[in-house]
């Protein structure tokens, strides 16, 4: 069983975020393109099957003109499957 990481963790990211200079470089990046669409997805299809999960992430990526990685969205898509929201 995958423990839950502490509420703080989750803050504490939040606020690096908007405490990172904007990048050009980064937000070229197809997996900055795509973060928001793919946390839309990890909260829709929480706690659904990973294989269910992990076909949804992977069209997000394809719509985005992207070769997924397979075994990182299986990743993902465990963790989604577990209730956590890898993307926020």
């Not at 200079?21 to 829709?44: F, T």
């Not at 985005?64 to 397979?70: I, R, S």
């Amino acid at each position: 069983m995958s423990r839950k990481p502490p509420i703080g963790a989750a803050l504490q990211r939040e606020l690096l975020h908007f405490l990172r200079p904007p990048s050009r470089r980064l937000a070229q990046q197809v997996s900055e393109q795509v973060r928001p669409r793919l946390s839309v997805v990890a909260r829709s299809s929480s706690g659904r099957p990973a294989d269910e999960v992990r076909a949804a992430l992977e069209e997000v990526v394809r719509s985005a003109g992207a070769t997924p990685d397979l075994e990182a969205l299986t990743e993902f898509a465990e963790q989604i499957e577990a209730g956590h929201n890898p993307f926020e």
